[in-house]
């Protein structure tokens, strides 16, 4: 029997990377790592880090990669990690008819403020929300706030398990350090704080000091982050 798609869809730097280790840590469960990646940097051109890597790692054409996240077996659940703006260039949202989808938010400010860590342009974190809010407006699913998740771990993901259908593991709360076979190759820029994890980091609230193009792109984030945290979980 194939196994249960349970896809995850996120901004960039919203914990994204250290769920797909809960998930991966189960004893029932492989993941995908951003499998649709290629896809999009094939469409949009960005040049982001390990660019070459990645398309030469992964199929970026969109039917390919949706028949191999259909097909693939060894486990009762495939968990697959997702960001969000991947799909700008999308046609359609028909990839996951088949899965079971939630959520990850952020505070935009502190997703922004993340992200500009690691790459210049931050601007397509808008389109992560908004195109997360359409795939919602078409299809309600579950939604949990990263910082719900680290200022409660456990019962954060028993409320997503059950609202999933899928039951909780402890072992969703921690696991061994280092990297993993499953992930993607970018993993080398973006994967070094979550390779030191061996578990979800407490959570601490930052005084965030963002320059004013910074500020008008969290601004930007704003009125989708206030819809989907309306409808989150856990508050």
């Not at 196994?3 to 189960?26: C, H, K, V, W």
């Amino acid at each position: 029997m194939a196994p249960i798609r349970i896809a995850m869809l996120s901004g960039p730097r919203n914990i994204s990377t250290t769920m797909m280790r809960s998930f991966e840590n189960r004893d029932d469960c492989i993941v995908a790592d951003e499998p649709f990646y290629a896809c999009y940097l094939n469409a949009s051109g960005a040049k982001h880090p390990l660019r070459e890597e990645t398309l030469a790692a992964q199929s970026s054409d969109w039917k390919t990669v949706a028949d191999e996240l259909n097909a693939r077996d060894g486990a009762d659940y495939s968990f697959e990690k997702h960001i969000s703006f991947h799909f700008a260039y999308a046609h359609d949202f028909d990839w996951l008819k088949d899965a079971r989808v939630f959520h990850l938010i952020r505070d935009p400010r502190a997703m922004v403020a993340s992200y500009k860590n690691k790459l210049d342009d931050v601007s397509p974190i808008i389109d992560s929300y908004r195109i997360q809010r359409r795939l919602y407006e078409q299809r309600p699913a579950p939604v949990i706030d990263a910082a719900d998740v680290l200022k409660a771990p456990e019962k954060t993901l028993r409320a997503l398990c059950a609202a999933l259908g899928m039951p909780f593991s402890e072992k969703m709360l921690s696991w061994p350090a280092g990297p993993r076979a499953s992930d993607g190759p970018w993993a080398p820029h973006w994967y070094d704080a979550v390779n030191a994890s061996t578990g979800f980091k407490p959570y601490k609230a930052h005084a965030l000091r963002l320059s004013p193009e910074m500020e008008s792109i969290a601004r930007a984030c704003e009125t989708d982050y206030a819809f989907f945290y309306s409808r989150t979980l856990v508050a």
